[in-house]
């Protein structure tokens, strides 16, 4: 058996020029090149005589060439090839459009199997450019269910197929079996070599499937193992102890009382903090639910143990917005705030670096500056992260990386439905605030369409009166020509509102915006200066305008229910009724249908399960934000019972052999090995 780690380029027929296009693709072992799976299949199996073939029936058609095929230029530029076909069933005329060689390739009298598209006019029968090939050849590509495989410049599906096949022939069928034996059984799944096989040259569509059930689960397991590994490692690490104090301490400073959830997140994160191990921790919370509260709680107790805290925010706003409230909460407690952007003017940084190096700031706040090169920490106990997601996996590490093995925590609003979060973030412990505080009110949401332009700029109208502010959110920051539905673009609709309210003040903030700019607009809007801010998404995240009461998005059907429920979430923050008013022109059930979701509930994960339910899951994992290395054939969304079944079985088996070191489990260990290697700086 060959090695599976050979290059591609030793695969017999892959030369220099095909190993470099492969490479494009991702593929560069012959392991690599067989688990290159199809990314459709064409299923060209059906024989038919041509004379019951349908209109616009996709066939096979064994047949003879009725005469020589005629070759006739048009004009320059379109050479036609002609012949006539015919079977015991009849007869059907057959043109190739610019492939003059066709004439040369099919024999009057000589037998071949023709796939293509059957059209019939009247008794006429005829095919456009059908493939063709003589019959029972091998490696053929009709008579059978094809693959199609995801193609790069100077690759085609007839050349990437043939080196598939190579491949498969290289490996003599004997892909290494990670499932053991009896897990095989159990989950009733074919072997190793009968699924590599068939994804790629299936037999028919039953051995198809058997195959596609054996790889998901194949590649779900390997990543169950992978993350569960990556836990029991972690766990052994050791970490910082930080004596946990009375959190009532703390509590007993608040303007309010925390939730019950607000409060178990807290006493896991100390738990973990005081077990002399090192805390790796997500807080998960719907928008609003408090996680701001927290963080600072802990920040406080590591203080309590001598410790310093440094907390990254996604963007400048935010990390001034923190500031605010965290110093607001705990400066009066006597620890020193500060924070380091990278818009402060640069004497302002120096100064703080030396401050954070020196030891005489118990907590920083900022953006990704936070990680620069320069930056030091004297003792960095704990290293919170707020919206994770907007955050490269990597970033989060360097700065875990700053200080002597400090503590983390992240905070993520982002929900995920259950059981993803379970396999995601397998290798962070998770605390799940499932409870707003009290006396938050349920934003009222609508979905609407144009009809209601007036009706709703009565309410806009309405509610600046009394004094609030509105969120107008667009899809596009300019207007785009290319795309062809009309499309509000942020500029052109802050115009319009402009002159539709002469009496207010519109502000307009988009991403494209410097962020110093950025930062001006969203200030003056947080400070009541302008009455209405027609954005891009960038104001998704965090920011805290207690005032605003209406949240309007337009094109709403170009959103994930998500990100609209996290848009939402800017308002009703404060203690006014608050709204938020979908406008949608887009036709159809099922853009109506996903609104009126958001119209119904406002629990973020049960909105993130419909989302996935109706669109998949390209909204969670299109980013890869969640880090995971990418699957090939698994769809972390909808293949989530086969995910959790493969989650029971690597947990059972890592109980059984944590090190994966029995004989029997050494191909398993390799891959997991591998996908650790591979993963390094995309897992976290
Ligand atoms: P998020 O989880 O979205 O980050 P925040 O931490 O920004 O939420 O909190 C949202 C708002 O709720 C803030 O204005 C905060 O002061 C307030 N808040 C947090 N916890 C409580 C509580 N237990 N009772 C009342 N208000 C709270
Ligand atoms: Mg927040």
């Known amino acids: 058996m060959a090695d599976l780690n050979t290059p591609v380029r030793y695969v017999k027929g892959i030369g220099e020029k095909k190993a470099l296009a492969l490479g494009k693709l991702g593929v560069f072992s012959l392991y690599d090149l067989v688990s290159y799976f199809p990314r459709k299949y064409e299923d060209r199996s059906v024989y038919k005589p041509i004379a019951l073939a349908q209109d616009g029936e996709s066939v096979c058609l064994r047949a003879l060439v009725a005469d020589t095929p005629r070759l006739s230029r048009v004009r320059r530029g379109l050479e036609l090839v002609k012949l006539r076909i015919v079977d015991e069933s ?130 779900l397991f390997v990543l169950a193992c992978a993350l569960g590994r990556m836990r029991s490692s972690r766990v052994r690490e050791n970490g910082l102890p930080v004596a946990a104090p009375d959190p009532e301490e703390f509590y007993a400073s608040l303007p309010f009382r925390p939730t019950n959830a607000q409060r178990r997140a807290v006493a896991d994160a100390l738990a973990d903090m005081g077990s002399g191990q090192l805390m790796n921790r997500l807080v998960q919370g719907d928008v609003g639910s408090g996680k701001t509260l927290v963080a600072a709680a802990l920040i406080w107790a590591v203080w309590k143990s001598g410790l310093g805290s440094a907390f990254m925010a996604p963007t400048e706003i935010l990390a001034e917005q923190h500031f605010a409230t965290l110093s607001g909460m705990l400066s009066p407690l006597g620890l020193r705030v500060g924070r380091l952007t990278g818009a402060m003017p640069a004497k302002e940084k120096r100064e703080v670096k030396a401050a954070l190096k020196s030891g005489e700031l118990d907590l920083v706040i900022g953006t990704h500056a936070l990680l620069s090169a320069d930056v030091e920490y004297a003792r960095l106990g704990l290293v919170v992260t707020d919206e994770q997601h907007r955050f490269g996996v990597n970033q989060r590490s360097a700065l875990a990386g700053k200080g002597a093995r400090p503590h983390v ?108 700019d950025k930062d001006a ?75 009126s979701i958001l119209c119904k509930s406002s629990d973020g994960f049960r909105i993130s399960e419909e989302d996935l339910r109706l669109r998949g899951p390209g909204d969670f994992f299109g980013s890869r934000q969640h880090g995971l290395p990418e699957t090939h054939i698994a769809d972390l969304g909808a293949d989530t019972q086969v995910l959790q079944r493969a989650k029971q079985e690597a947990d059972a088996l890592l109980a059984a052999d944590p090190e994966l070191k029995a004989p029997e489990h050494a191909a398993l260990r390799e891959r997991v090995e591998k996908l650790f290697q591979a993963g390094q700086d995309s897992f976290n």
């Open 521 to 595: 607009v969203m200030a003056a809007f947080a400070a009541g200066e302008t009455d209405i801010l027609v954005a891009t998404t960038v104001i998704e995240v965090g920011v805290d305008v207690p005032n605003a009461a209406l949240m309007i998005v337009e094109n709403a059907e170009r959103f994930g229910l998500s990100q609209l429920h996290q848009l939402r979430g800017r308002v009703g923050r404060g203690s006014h009724k608050s709204y938020c008013v979908l406008v949608s022109d887009a036709e159809g059930e099922d853009v109506r249908a996903r609104l």
């Open 90 to 219: 009849g007869m059907a005329e057959l043109t190739y459009f610019n492939q003059p060689y066709v004439k040369d390739n099919l024999h009057r009298g000589e037998s071949y199997v023709f796939f293509g598209k059957m059209e019939v006019h009247g008794s006429r029968r005829s095919m456009v450019n059908p493939i063709y090939e003589r019959e029972g050849q091998e490696g053929g590509v009709t008579g059978r269910i094809v693959p199609i495989y995801r193609l790069c410049a100077g690759l085609s599906q007839r050349t990437l197929m043939q080196a598939v096949r190579q491949g498969l022939e290289a490996c003599a069928g004997l892909v290494p079996e990670v499932l053991p034996e009896s897990l095989r059984q159990r989950c009733q799944l074919v072997q190793a070599r009968y699924a590599y096989e068939n994804i790629h040259f299936p037999a028919d569509f039953g051995a198809l499937e058997l195959a596609r059930r054996r790889l998901i689960f194949e590649e």
């Open 409 to 516: 925590l992240v905070m993520s609003a982002t929900p995920i439905p259950r059981t993803l979060a379970l396999i995601i973030y397998g290798d962070l412990d998770v605390s799940v605030i499932d409870e707003l505080p009290p006396g938050r009110q349920k934003v009222d949401t609508f979905a609407v369409n144009e009809s209601y332009r007036q009706r709703l700029n009565n309410f806009i109208r309405r509610l600046t009166g009394e004094g609030r502010q509105v969120f107008v959110v667009c899809p596009m920051v300019e207007d785009n020509e290319e795309l062809p539905q009309k499309l509000k673009s942020a500029q052109e609709h802050a115009k319009e509102l402009a002159e539709t309210f002469p009496e207010l003040r519109v502000a307009c903030v988009h991403g494209k915006m410097k962020a110093k």
